[in-house]
């Protein structure tokens, strides 16, 4: 097996960085928040040494690629766009697809507007969600009547952003323990999804006595340097397209991702508070769904609280695509 590599293309405008390990069909993996690269270390190996060619890319904002500073740069017709300018410079015109978190919804729109490319999909966490009648923003108005919603706290420019920059550390140890199986197994309300409106982010973070057993110190301290390197506001600018992405997008009402596709997630993820309308017409959705896994006693973080178990689920289903001539 061939030894893990990093690499630099030019895509859509930017210089991108990934990784690369394998030879065979092409598996992109698309991380999600906060994450960069090193959020598949698990699963680059194990998806080489079953014979594929793994490219796991800092998405637009993250880690080594470029962030560029206009809000307006992170829509999802760019971040579709960067991944096929990725492939294309790696010389592939074909590809698997699994994506995490909000690369789950990138992975799912590159599925749609490139099927020619990718050819069968893997989504994390965050299930298909087509497009709504009604724009994001006046959702987000909806679920806060109460207590702030994140995606909405996020829209205010500059803001989250500095709050998360005070502390890195305790920052991303805060975003991973609270959303992890860990701290939601004994407390189900252990959340910054939804928070009192009195506070703010970071103050809704639970913070652990010691580290999870699947993010040692060495690992926190590669997420670390990472957004050393980035900073959140390129990420956070993701969401601050929702509304962006709604009007530029409407031609996808309806749409139906037609591709072979798995889904994961676990049991404790707090994703599925405001996604399980989704999660439950997924079948309806991705007629092509080959499988739908809620693994128990898992947070946010599937790949990296149970990896044998994804890494198994994922190596299974593309070994099925291509015997069945999915890449044909």
């Not at 969600?129 to 724009?135: E, F, I, Y």
């Not at 709050?163 to 975003?175: H, N």
């Amino acid at each position: 097996m061939t030894e893990l590599r990093h690499g630099y293309v030019y895509t859509n405008g930017i210089r991108m960085h990934y990784v690369e390990q394998g030879e065979g069909p092409m598996v992109l993996l698309c991380h999600g928040w906060p994450e960069f690269w090193y959020s598949w270390r698990h699963q680059i190996p194990a998806l080489a040494a079953a014979g594929f060619r793994v490219v796991a890319p800092d998405q637009r904002g993250y880690g080594e690629t470029d962030a560029p500073d206009e809000v307006e740069s992170y829509t999802q017709l760019n971040l579709v766009a960067d991944l096929v300018g990725l492939v294309q410079e790696l010389s592939e015109d074909k590809s698997f697809i699994v994506g995490h978190d909000v690369g789950s919804a990138v992975a799912a729109s590159a599925s749609l507007l490139r099927p020619d490319m990718f050819r069968a999909l893997g989504l994390l966490s965050v299930p298909y969600m087509p497009r709504q009648k009604l724009r994001p923003a006046v959702r987000f108005d909806v679920v806060s009547q109460e207590k702030q919603f994140y995606q909405r706290y996020f829209q205010r420019r500059n803001h989250v952003e500095r709050e998360l920059e005070e502390d890195l550390a305790r920052s991303l140890t805060g975003i991973f323990y609270t959303a992890s199986g860990e701290a939601r197994s004994g407390d189900q309300e252990s959340t910054f999804i939804f928070f009192d409106k009195a506070s703010r982010l970071v103050d809704n973070f639970k913070m652990p006595n010691r580290l999870p057993p699947w993010l040692s110190q060495a690992d926190l301290d590669n997420y670390v340097a990472a957004f050393k390197r980035s900073g959140f506001r390129g990420p956070i600018n993701w969401y601050r397209n929702f509304d962006l992405n709604w009007e530029l997008l409407p031609f996808l009402d309806g749409a139906k991702i037609l591709q072979p596709a798995v889904f994961a997630t676990g049991s404790l993820d707090g994703v599925l508070k405001f996604t399980g309308s989704a999660y439950e017409d997924l079948e309806t959705n991705v007629p092509r769904l080959v499988g739908k896994h809620l693994i128990p006693g898992v947070g946010h973080w599937v790949q990296q609280e149970r990896p044998t178990e994804i890494n198994e689920l994922l190596i299974g289903f593309f070994k099925e695509q291509v015997e069945r001539g999915c890449l044909a």
